[in-house]
């Protein structure tokens, strides 16, 4: 049984920071290109922070030099380090693994809940 599941969420004020965390199981980890989505009220799904088939990164202009992601392919995990915080920030934040590339399925968690609020 596949498994993404998310957790590291909850309620910041502005300008602090959360780091989220994905732990998975039930596939090959390093097969698969791992990446953040959030999703806002009223708003389509939009990448965050993703890992590319050549092994770089690529962010969202809105999150460039505030968030990181990161995995650990021993732990088959994937984090996302999220600074500077912003209210516009706020969203439920999925973690996904895309085995497109290799002919496999895009599997997503259940998502975890950041408000960046004062």
Not at 68 to 80: C, E, F, G, P, Q
């Amino acid at each position: 049984q596949v498994q993404l599941v998310e957790s590291g969420g909850g309620l910041v004020q502005p300008g602090g920071s959360l780091r989220l965390s994905c732990a998975v199981s039930g596939i090959a980890f390093r097969l698969y290109g791992m990446g953040w989505y959030r999703q806002s009220p009223g708003k389509q799904r939009e990448s965050v922070a993703r890992f590319m088939g050549n092994g770089g990164t690529n962010y969202a202009d809105s999150v460039k030099g505030r968030f990181t992601i990161s995995r650990d392919n021993a732990k088959n995990t994937v984090y996302l380090q999220m600074n500077s915080l912003k209210p516009e920030d706020t969203a439920v934040y999925y973690c996904s693994a895309d085995g497109s590339t290799r002919g496999l399925r895009t599997y997503w968690g259940q998502g975890t809940q950041v408000t960046v609020s004062s």
